[in-house]
């Protein structure tokens, strides 16, 4: 976890209301992991006070990037930024997926389901990328990306998806393409074929595409992971303010026992199955 | 530096005037990658709690403009782990500890105190008298005081108890949300406080307008960050006008400027809170800064500035 001083390489739209942003940093790109998320101050003012946690779009050499989506003022604000900027920036933080490190993929699976809807699905690009890197033994087709929007122009990363060889499933609402209907469905299909104790599930996206997730893997018999999304202040367990309720495993709880663990840190990926859903 | 920046509350002897405040320091060890923590004038511990406490149902937080909402809720290990488990780090730091602590009734904060008292190793105590996040005495709806820091008599009582149980230095932490802040800084040091700290968080709302619902899921929360800071220095100046013992000023400080005007108002040290969120150095900027104004301006002891208003 550092605390840097970031050059922006690159911060232009990819799709209506998404920007891409590139920072420049050898040791955050070397030690990011996917589903791993890096603090950024939108802006050196106290409005917006707080930074904003973004997941990695991918790390490489000396250069990470992100996908985000304009929905506030600090959004809006780093969408002004030009490259030159600098953007003070704390990270990598939290708890990625459990793909193993760059060349270590369990190997008690055969085949990979990433699920994600909207400023989920960027995370799952570095996690692809991540899985099929040179030496994982991880075969691209052995990837399946299923990615889920609105309407057509909302599926980010179509084209860096492409560009790893993965199988990529796609789902609209408005059926402008792919399967008309959830992205869940789809994955409910590929999973119906699926050897259950092969495969492993990541997911990332809206809560309510994360519970359907969790349910079709949990019917299935298929071990899934999630990013969460939870407001955030500090983003390194100071706060104690990302809270987000898990079953509580511990000797002697009740069975509907839950505790609040911070998606900071134990997060933002957590096994679908230990979330207490509500 | 030729500026001799120590400061005192009560028996407690402080390099600097610069701690940080309770529950935005998380157990201290979250800022070690950060910063040199043996630089920093104290750290007031998250408030612990008899039991340990879950905290309040999600979300949590929420940023509005130039501040943010918190209903954390005291998650906290309880006393018996916070001894056990975070206390031994602390200790180590090298710099003053001041354990926050925190009951549902005056039996409890005593408990509190005692158990930390009895494990030693520590600084003070700063009692939580001003949580808006909790229930205080669930007993009978309507003549329930939400908080001991509404009422001079609860204050008096609550601090008075703990005061014969620990000899150490000890702050009594205020709320803002009361209508007359000196009355309620006097009945602590009628108590025996060393000192009072001041100032908590507002009690505040936000409501998500298309669903109607309160964004947090405490439905109310406390306000913090550079919005709350001048109605905080205003405070900070009526306490200390009314009390003897040290006031200790807290609310939005991000910079050392911010600092400044709680010392001049009265303070003799002050607490960095929401900013160490987005800026986790910022207690040795602050702390850095005030060094550099008093070289600047030419005042040799940090104590020359403090309550020297010119008003």
Known sequence: MFREICRVLENAPVAPGHYALTLRSGRIARNARPGQFLQILCADSSDPLLPRPF???DAEHDRVSFLYHVVGKGTQLLSQVRPGEDLRVTGPLGHGFSCGTRRVVDRRFTSFALVGGGVGIPPLHHLAKTLVAPGSGVRPEAVHVFVGARERSLLLCEKEFKRLEVKLHVATDDGSKGHKGYVTEVLDEFLSKAHPLRTRV????????LRAANGVCARRGVECEVSVEVPMAC???ACIGCAIKVKDTSAGAA????????ACQEGPVFKGGDLAWE | MGVN?????????LKNPVLTASGTFGHAKEFEKFIDLSRLGGIVTKTITVKPRLGNPPPRIVETPSGMLNAIGLQNPGVDKFVEEKLPYFRKIGVPVIVSAMGYTIEELVHVVRTVEKAGGIDGFELNLSCPNVSYGQKGKDTQVKMF?????MIEAAV??????TKRTLLAKLGPDVSDIGRMAQAAERAGADGVSLINTFGAMAIDVRTRRPVLGNKTGGLSGPCIRPIAVRLTWEAARRVKIPVVGIGGIVTANDALEFLIAGASAVQVGTANFGNPAAPIEVLEGLARFLESEKIPRLTDLVGSLRA
């Open chain 1, 55 to 57: 997941s990695f779009l």
């Open chain 1, 202 to 209: 990541y997911a990332c996206g809206p809560t309510p595409m």
């Open chain 1, 235 to 237: 983003g390194f367990g």
């Open chain 1, 255 to 262: 069975p509907d026992a839950y505790r609040y663990a911070l």
């Open chain 2, 5 to 13: 920046l120590e400061t005192r509350i009560g028996k407690l002897k």
């Open chain 2, 149 to 153: 820091a509404h009422d001079d008599a």
């Open chain 2, 160 to 165: 008075s108890a703990v005061r014969k149980v």
